[in-house]
């Protein structure tokens, strides 16, 4: 058994009262005289303690005093408030103490959300999709419906310094490709408008999820929330590039983040699963 500050603070309590062990208080002793914080805040507790005790023994009296028919039933009522006062008191020098021994808070998830751009870590650079030479198309990129423009999703940015992919999971986590090294990955755009394509992601993470080998993510809006009857991780573009796909589209990634196939989620969907059987 270890006895440090936390553990005096959490026994404290029992080192009061009696309840601990002899070799626990010989250890907290021992403890405490060799630590001036927890020195400090035992004698805070020892100040208080004759206090506590003069006001019940106070109270005690003046319930004595009490006439015969009335004594008991007072007696009763201001026990109860001196216990009340007690119990307060201990509760609020138990928040005082925690208050001291508090570590440094850890940042919320939530922060990840202001990651900016800069903020990648320059070893897992993004996938380059220039190399249009090894990247295999299930469709001509000009061949995006006139109609795609007016749908809601996930949108990329326009920002040509803006990297590929960087997206936010629901705990407040930045994801980069490089948190998918190893794995095929398949990035799906949601489109709000487009059920087939959510549908279509849905039925592909049910057959394939399971695959060790495989990832799917889903990337929505800002303020697109996650469709009803579907079970595949759900993440939120940072105003990443997201390999300029359209809502509704997919892309496939290869273990080294190179895009392997991409295409529509609904035209080219059969393409998409028999690429992933071949995995």
Request: include cysteine.
């Amino acid at each position: 058994m270890t006895v440090d500050c936390q553990w005096i603070l959490k026994n404290l309590e029992a080192l009061f009262c009696g309840t601990s062990s002899p070799e626990e208080n010989r250890m907290a002793q021992a403890h405490i005289e060799s630590c001036g914080s927890c020195d400090k805040e035992v004698a805070a507790l020892n100040a208080i303690d004759p206090l506590v005790k003069g006001y019940f023994q106070n109270e005690l009296n003046r319930a004595r005093r009490v006439s015969a028919t009335r004594s008991l039933t007072l007696w009763r009522r201001r026990l109860a408030l001196t216990s009340a006062a007690v119990l307060a008191a201990s509760l609020l020098l138990a928040v005082v103490l925690r208050t001291s021994h508090q570590t440094p808070v850890i940042p919320s998830p939530s922060v990840a959300q202001e990651v900016t751009p800069s903020a990648v870590p320059e070893s897992a650079p993004p996938a380059k999709t220039d190399d249009t030479a090894n990247i295999e198309r299930a469709k001509p990129v000009e061949s995006v419906p006139a109609d795609r423009a007016q749908t809601a999703g996930a949108r990329p940015t326009t920002d040509n310094n803006a990297p590929e992919f960087l997206v936010t999971d629901p705990a407040g986590y930045s994801r980069t490709l490089s948190d998918y090294r190893g794995h095929i990955l398949v990035v799906g755009l949601l489109n709000s408008v487009q059920p087939d394509s959510t549908s279509n992601l849905e039925r592909l993470y049910e057959a394939f999820g399971s695959n060790p080998r495989l990832r799917f993510v889903a990337v929505a809006g800002d303020h697109q929330g996650r469709p009803a009857d579907t079970t595949f991780p759900i993440a939120y573009n940072q105003g990443s590039k997201l390999f300029e796909a359209n809502p509704g589209d997919f892309v496939l990634l290869d273990e080294a983040g190179k895009i392997r196939l991409r295409g529509s989620l609904v035209k080219d969907f059969a393409s998409l699963r028999k690429t992933l059987q071949g995995n």
